[in-house]
């Protein structure tokens, strides 16, 4: 998948895995991709698949719960 892609997919999962509505989903993303999380990402195409955007997912919301 795209970059593009695979960055809605990781907020459509934190939309459905946590209850989180779409515009709250979205500036948890935002704010990841401001912090370079996915800078590795947009450079290698492979970590752009969905089982890392299961992990990715988890792992921005998590961040944003502390």
């Known amino acids: 998948m795209t970059y593009e892609e695979y ?5 459509t999962l934190i939309t459905e ?7 709250a989903a979205i500036k948890l993303v935002m704010k990841a991709q401001d912090e ?3 800078v590795r990402h ?9 089982d890392q955007a299961h992990k990715d997912a988890k792992t921005i919301f998590m961040a944003a719960k502390k």
């Open 7 to 11: 960055l809605d997919e990781v907020t």
């Open 17 to 23: 895995k946590y209850n989180v509505a779409d515009a």
């Open 36 to 38: 370079e999380f996915f």
């Open 42 to 50: 947009d450079e290698v195409a492979s970590l752009r698949n969905l």
